[in-house]
């Protein structure tokens, strides 16, 4: 069975960095073409896909977030870390990690984390 | 960046209704193409992949089809458990990018 877990904080105030973990089992990320991704969603609103690191430790960022965002890959420990600098309130969202694989395929997904950008 | 364009944004229908959503790509993806449902709290379902296979353990009313920029999701005879949010997403190109969403509610 294959699962991904979000973990970091629930509140974050401006300007300050994000750090999130994301933790799966039942896979490997030294698997050939396999990948874990993040993406967001702001209360309300659609699925943004911020970034994707592959087994190869290729790296894919949201154009429009690039500069803020860093994705990293601990394959002994099974998790892939992202950090978003200078947060704002309109980052706040609930982040979602996935395993990305096949043709671009996301899933499964994993339960997803509320992070709330707030002074 | 791909742009992906759904229609209708919402729609309403009843349990039984056959009903079919509308996904357009800016550019070519060939079948670069996949389908979610969100239940509200819930994280997304895959449904379908390359824009026509059907997930395991996915019912065989929801179905999958087109290619190069316009796609379709149809579900043969909505049930209650269907009414959702339902996203598209092309994997073609970096940055993978979505639509901007279907809700399908209870007439």
């Known amino acids: 069975q294959i699962t991904l877990k979000e973990s970091g904080p629930t509140l974050v105030k401006p300007t300050q960095t994000l750090t999130l973990t994301c933790t799966f089992s039942g896979f490997s990320l030294t698997t050939s073409g396999v990948g874990v991704g993040w993406i967001r969603q702001p209360p309300g609103k659609a699925l943004e896909w911020l970034a994707l690191i592959y087994w190869d430790d290729d790296k894919r960022y949201s154009p429009s977030l690039k500069s803020r965002l860093t994705i990293t890959k601990d394959t002994s420990k099974n998790q892939v870390v992202l950090t978003m600098t200078n947060m704002d309130p309109v980052d706040t969202a609930t982040y979602y990690c996935?395993?990305?694989?096949?043709?671009?395929?996301?899933?499964?997904w994993g339960q997803g984390t509320l992070v709330t950008v707030s002074s | 960046d791909i742009q992906m364009t759904q229609s209708p944004s919402s729609l309403s229908a009843s349990v039984g209704d056959r009903i079919t959503i509308t996904c357009r790509a800016s550019?070519?993806?060939?079948?670069?193409l996949n389908w979610y449902q969100q239940t509200p709290g819930k994280a997304p379902k895959l449904l379908i992949s390359a824009a026509s296979s059907l997930q395991s353990g996915v019912p065989s009313r929801f179905s999958g089809s087109g290619s190069g920029t316009d796609f379709t999701l149809t579900i043969s005879s909505l049930q209650p458990e269907d009414f959702a949010t339902y996203y598209c997403?092309?994997?073609?190109?970096?940055?993978?990018?979505f639509g901007q969403g279907t809700k399908v509610e209870i007439k």
């Open positions: 996935t395993r990305n694989y096949g043709l671009g395929s996301l899933d499964p």
């Open positions: 550019q070519t993806i060939t079948t670069y």
């Open positions: 997403q092309q994997s073609y190109s970096s940055p993978w990018t």
